[in-house]
T-cell receptor, first 112, second 113 residues
Framework: DAKTTQPNSMESNEEEPVHLPCNHS???????IHWYRQLPSQGPEYVIH???SNVNNRMASLAIAEDRKSSTLILHRATLRDAAVYYC?????????????FGDGTTLTVKP | DVKVTQSSRYLVKRTGEKVFLECVQD?????MFWYRQDPGLGLRLIYF???????EKGDIPEGYSVSREKKERFSLILESASTNQTSMYLC????????????FGPGTRLTVT
């Protein structure tokens, strides 16, 4: 199964943009790149996902490298409520999407 | 609003007991998953199911079994609980394809004494 690599931790100041990187050099052509975040004492929640093109939604933007071997989750203006563990995972196109593996994620600290 | 619910937020059981963790989703999703989460080890997949009565082992199935008799319900069973199964257990569901996101429940913190 394709794996992802993320930095263990990152810090940001409130109201500044945050760029969270993820490497997935063994990604296959049918893998979707998903991002989830987990707030303390809660289950993970979906943030964004994409295949090849950059994606935007109300929570964040996802920038995908042209070779798809890396991606970056962009929070445009970090707030204290964005402090969480962020996971980048790959999910296959077909029924084996369940085999997606979560790594350790990146713990984001937001300073006031 | 999509919803994945788990039967208990906190559970305390004794070593050797049979433990059932229940998960229900109201989104008509085909796929359902059970993960456990331990400090420093991230989320690890125990089992997943892609249809009623269908299941596949995840990365750490030993000591666990699952049951999916109805589409909306996925149960995780610890046949004989042990202390090393003390953990946070998370259930999730999704439509079939990786094009669709997973939705997670709030988790069950199980302590085995």
């Amino acid at each position: 199964d394709a794996k992802t690599t993320q930095p263990n931790s990152m810090e940001s100041n409130e109201e500044e943009p945050v760029h969270l990187p993820c490497n997935h050099s063994t990604i296959s052509g049918t893998d979707y790149i998903h991002w989830y975040r987990q707030l303390p004492s809660q289950g993970p929640e979906y943030v964004i996902h994409g295949l090849t093109s950059n994606v935007n939604n109300r929570m964040a933007s996802l920038a995908i490298a042209e070779d798809r071997k890396s991606s970056t989750l962009i929070l445009h203006r970090a707030t204290l409520r964005d402090a969480a563990v962020y996971y980048c995972i790959l999910r296959g196109y077909n029924t084996n999407a369940g085999k997606s593996t979560f790594g350790d994620g990146t713990t984001l600290t937001v300073k006031p | 609003d999509v919803k994945v619910t788990q039967s208990s937020r906190y559970l305390v059981k004794r070593t050797g007991e049979k433990v059932f963790l229940e998960c229900v989703q109201d989104m008509d999703h085909e796929n359902m998953f059970w993960y456990r989460q331990d400090p420093g080890l991230g989320l690890r997949l125990i089992y997943f199911s892609y249809d009623v009565k269908m299941k596949e082992k995840g990365d750490i199935p030993e000591g666990y079994s699952v049951s999916r008799e109805k589409k909306e319900r996925f149960s995780l069973i610890l046949e004989s609980a042990s202390t090393n199964q003390t953990s946070m257990y998370l259930c999730a569901s999704s439509l079939t394809s990786g094009r669709q996101e997973q939705y997670f429940g709030p988790g069950t913190r199980l302590t085995v004494t």
